[in-house]
């Protein structure tokens, strides 16, 4: 296999607060191939969307990045001029989030706003971006392109409005896509629906997808590999179907759980005992430490570095080893 797509490494992103700061992104590194779906998987709060965001500039403005670097195709995202990023973004990389009627113009007739994003990024002339516009508008599942290029996003129910989301983010046929929670805010059948539709888009263009979800179904139905994320770290690494076999971070544990127990009756209830917080200090142990069940007093003085645990198998966890000797 050839040079990652992207390649983000020893990512630190804080954010400052009147009264504090907020350690929201503490030494991510991972890295995604052409051709590959990798989804990112964690509670609310954990670090996803920002570890994402600031590495395409996309940060808030009261955040900085402290540490890091982002290879795209060989050049460093975060050391580029916002001119030269907003030019990557939306061309080489699609962005989809989790609400389209914050991203979409409720006064722009859809077929505009499709058309808008090529003729920006100089992808293609109008008569072709028309052309092109139709023919994603067909793709997504639009019935009567024609007729349905002058409708306004209020015209289209929220599972509608999200494939318009998918094809502005395609038009320009990106090598990456990246997708912030795309399902979350549709019920569980639009929810498949849009998934196998990008699924399909994917496969058929060869693109590579970054998933961001908080809900462990959906990445672990849509993607090849999965990390988990807790308090702006990573906690585990693996192939998909190896990770479903044989998971064994505690976190990862107790999120696997979880989905177990809800099933799919669509019950809320809570994963894991304690909620995610803010980290307002220099991280000193295992973010987790306060919620895990195995936590020792080293847990809570040392920083588990993520290593390597079996084969194509990553883990920051200092008891891996016996907790997966417990659970199994
Ligand atoms: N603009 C901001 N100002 C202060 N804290 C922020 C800001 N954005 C995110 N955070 C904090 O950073 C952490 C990570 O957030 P985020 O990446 O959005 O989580 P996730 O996407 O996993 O739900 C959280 O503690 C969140 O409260
Ligand atoms: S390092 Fe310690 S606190 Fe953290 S997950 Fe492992 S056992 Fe739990
Ligand atoms: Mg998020």
Redesign the pocket.
């Known amino acids: 296999m050839g040079e990652p797509l992207l390649s983000i490494d020893n990512l630190h992103v804080k ?1 400052a ?1 009147s009264e504090d700061e ?1 350690y ?2 503490n030494g991510v590194s991972f890295s995604i191939n052409e051709n590959e779906t990798l989804g990112i998987v ?10 994402l965001m600031s590495s395409i500039g996309l940060l ?1 403005e ?2 900085t990045i402290t540490a890091g670097t982002a290879n795209f195709q060989g050049r460093d995202l975060l050391k580029m001029h916002r001119k030269q990023l907003e030019d990557i973004r939306g061309r080489d990389i699609g962005v989809i989030f989790q609400d389209p009627m914050t991203s979409l113009n409720p006064v722009m007739r859809i077929g505009d706003q499709i058309m808008e994003a090529m003729l920006t990024h100089h992808y293609a002339g109008r008569r072709e971006a028309y052309d092109r516009t139709l023919q994603l508008m067909h793709e997504i599942g639009i019935p009567d392109p024609k007729t349905r290029f002058r409708s306004y996003p209020h015209e289209f129910s929220g599972g509608m409005r999200q494939r318009i989301m998918i094809a502005i983010a395609l038009a320009c046929e990106p090598q990456l896509l990246i997708a ?1 929670e795309p399902t979350t805010a549709l019920d569980v059948t639009v929810q498949m629906q849009i998934l196998a539709l990008l699924q399909d888009l994917r496969r058929q263009r060869g693109m590579s997808v970054v998933m ?1 979800t ?1 809900d462990f179904g959906v990445a672990t139905n849509f993607c090849d590999k999965i990390i988990v ?1 807790y308090g ?1 770290r990573i906690m585990e690494v693996a192939e998909t179907d190896h990770f479903i076999r044989e998971t064994a971070h505690p976190y990862s544990i107790g999120l696997k759980r979880s989905i177990i127990e809800i099933g799919h009756k669509g019950k809320e209830i809570l994963p894991i005992p304690g909620a ?1 917080a ?2 307002t200090e220099e991280p000193a142990g295992c973010p987790f430490a306060p919620r895990c069940t195995y936590a020792s007093a080293r847990c809570l003085q040392e920083v588990p570095e993520l290593r390597p645990f079996g084969t194509d198998h990553q883990i920051a966890c200092h008891h891996a080893e016996e907790v997966v000797s417990l659970v199994r």
């Not at 964690?42 to 570890?51: D, H, L």
């Open positions: 954010f607060r907020v929201a992104v964690g509670e609310s709060g954990s670090g996803k969307s920002v570890t808030k009261n955040g912030d961001v908080h994320m702006g995610t803010a980290i």
